[in-house]
């Protein structure tokens, strides 16, 4: 179960928003995290509490292949992202360096910025802090997997163990 | 057998399944390529406890975001990766200045139709343009793909893009593929497998299709294909001795949308900011005054998008307060650029000319935007901060345009310039 404070951004944030390329010289992905959605919201970065939650609208992630986006925010402390739709290139890397990520359509019109939501990755379901119901269609197993593994690292180290 | 479209072929013949749309594969590539952020993919690979590459001829690396280093940073990360391909014998590998992966990969033969292909780039789509499957995937994937030699793909639906013209003097594939983002949306092909149709692709050169192909990525598309013909045949011919065969969507596959542009009348197009696709006709934003005009990226830098700008800009000065940069896509493009006398006029013309590589386009180094000023690019993307300060702006168009717009100081449209 993931609860967290709700940051809301609308639709199409792209990598550029979430982590400039001007900055990704730096390989610290602390250094990273200070700067991340500078673009979008430039108190982001310096508000962001661990276990904090992004609901945001579609697209998000759109542009670059950068897994530094989904990196940056997780090294911020966002505990996952809930979108209406994702490009793909962030999905993917967003579960293979351990970021939930949850497509929900509904969620951007249900819930506030500042509000409190809890999400169940296995059942589905989000709670707005009204008590309101949404429901997700829960990643594949073997995604699932990757998750729980905490990211592709992991998951991949226990693979080559095995061969 | 039930007809295929191309993605379910190829990723049918990667995965040694008979896969259809939706089906997710577990898909051998053929092709992986990373350039600067393989600084990432070790990293990541030496926290995989991967001891070796599995097919080392499958990879290429080379370095073009940031070249020559603009910072100790970078320049630290060059030598990681320099270190490491000298210890792990990757035999392909292009140090600075050898120019953009996108040019570089397809015209060095590394690219054949067919091919699964995989980068750690978004614009890795534009391998599509010689007829190969091609998409991006970020560095701990690619570190993956090094250590196991596959990944994990969902089989794209196909969007069909039927383009008919013929295409006005002084459009390009640039006017096209803009068009079309403008019209779908910077999301309309999430996922999918754009397939590039029509007499319009049929006229284009190589270079041309990729530029539909490198752009597919900025309408969500995991991958964008124009079909191989015997332009791609003679275009493959002096670069590679490896044989292919081309791998066609069957007649009667099932897509998931067939679109038809009649383009004979298509007016130049430019992406306003933030966002590619907020298209409009060149009519719409000419008069806007501009700071920076720039040419090059892997969309379009390659030597007849330096052609079309010298051709327009030929023989005149752009003002004083524009600053006209110009980056040849690759190593060969600028050795042609420059014994054709191309590079010297447009010098003369007032332009700086980079060594190749990415740089400006993604506000790396070599010309980065304040707040306040305003740039029109040959690039691909116009987000909000891209080029430098979040204050600035960003129109996106096709050499010919951004040629006449750095000559009057504001956006132009290039059949006024050259009457």
Redesign the interface.
């Given at each position: 179960m993931i609860k967290g404070k709700v940051w809301k951004f609308g639709d199409h944030i792209n990598t550029d928003l979430i982590i400039p390329g001007h900055y990704l010289d730096d390989y610290s992905i602390e250094n990273l995290a200070k700067h991340v959605m500078e673009d979008a919201d430039p108190t982001f970065a310096k508000n962001v509490r661990k276990g904090d939650l992004i609901v945001a609208g579609r697209n998000f992630g759109c542009g670059s292949s950068r897994e530094q986006a989904p990196s940056a925010l997780k090294a911020a402390g966002v505990a996952a992202v809930v979108a209406a739709s994702f490009a793909r290139i962030f999905y993917r890397n967003a579960i293979n360096v351990g970021l939930p990520v949850i497509v929900c359509p509904e969620a951007a019109a249900a819930v506030v910025q500042g509000e409190e939501i809890e999400i169940d990755l296995e059942r589905g379901t989000i709670w707005a802090s009204s008590g309101k119901e949404l429901r997700f269609k829960p990643l594949p197993a073997f995604l699932r997997d990757i998750l729980d593994a905490g990211g592709l690292v992991p998951y991949a180290r226990k693979r080559l163990v095995s061969r | 057998m039930p007809s295929k479209t191309f993605g379910e072929k190829v990723l049918s013949r990667a995965s040694g399944s008979d896969a259809r749309s939706g089906d997710?594969v577990t898909a051998k590539v053929d092709l992986a390529m990373s350039h600067e952020?393989t600084?990432?993919v070790l990293?990541?690979f030496k926290?995989?406890?991967?001891k070796r590459i599995l097919e080392p001829e499958k990879l290429v690396i080379l370095f073009d975001h940031?070249v020559p280093a603009?910072?100790v940073?970078?320049a630290e990360?060059h030598k990681q990766v320099r270190e490491f391909v000298g210890q792990m014998e990757i035999p392909q590998f292009y140090d600075a200045g050898e120019g953009v992966c996108h040019e570089v990969l397809p015209s060095k033969g590394h690219v054949l139709p067919g091919m699964l292909a995989v980068?750690?780039?978004?614009h890795?789509v534009t391998y599509g343009a010689l007829g190969a499957f091609a998409t991006?995937?970020?560095?701990?994937?690619m570190?993956?793909v090094w250590?196991?030699g596959e990944l994990?793909l969902r089989i794209p639906e196909t969007i069909r893009l039927v383009f008919k013209g013929p295409l006005p003097r002084w459009t390009s594939a640039k006017d096209v593929i803009l068009h079309v983002i403008g019209n779908i949306g910077?999301?309309g092909a999430?996922?999918a497998c754009v397939e590039f149709t029509g007499d319009v692709v049929d006229r284009l050169s190589v270079a041309g299709r990729m530029v539909l192909s490198n752009m597919s990525v900025e309408m969500?598309a995991?991958a964008g294909v124009c079909f191989p013909d015997a332009k791609t045949e003679e275009y493959l011919s002096t670069r590679t001795q490896r044989s292919w065969r081309p791998v066609l969507s069957d007649e009667g596959a099932k897509v998931k949308e067939t679109r038809n542009y009649e383009l004979s009348d298509l007016a130049p197009q430019v992406a306003r900011p933030h966002?590619v696709d907020n298209v409009v006709a060149v009519d719409k934003v000419v008069g806007i005054k501009i700071d920076q005009a720039l040419i090059g990226s892997c969309t379009n830098g390659r030597l007849e998008d330096l052609l079309v700008a010298e051709e327009i800009l030929h023989g005149n000065r752009v003002p004083r307060n524009v600053r006209l940069i110009i980056a040849p896509a690759s190593r060969d493009v600028y050795v042609e650029a420059s014994a054709n006398g191309t590079l010297a006029s447009l010098m003369r013309s007032g332009a700086i000319i980079l060594n190749p590589g990415c740089g400006p386009c993604?506000?790396?180094?070599e010309g980065?935007l304040a707040a306040g000023e305003r740039c029109i690019a040959t690039t691909n993307?116009n987000?909000?901060?891209?080029m430098?300060s979040?204050d600035s702006e960003i129109y996106l168009a096709s050499p010919a345009t951004v040629a006449a717009s750095a000559l009057k100081g504001e956006i132009a449209d290039p059949r006024e310039a050259t009457r």
């Open positions: - | 997710i952020n600084a990432l990293k990541a926290e995989m406890g991967a940031r603009p910072t940073k970078a990360a980068g750690t780039d978004s890795t991006g995937i970020g560095a701990t994937e570190a993956a250590a196991l994990w910077s999301d999430d996922y969500g995991k966002t993604l506000g790396a180094h980065l993307r987000f909000r901060g891209r430098g979040p």
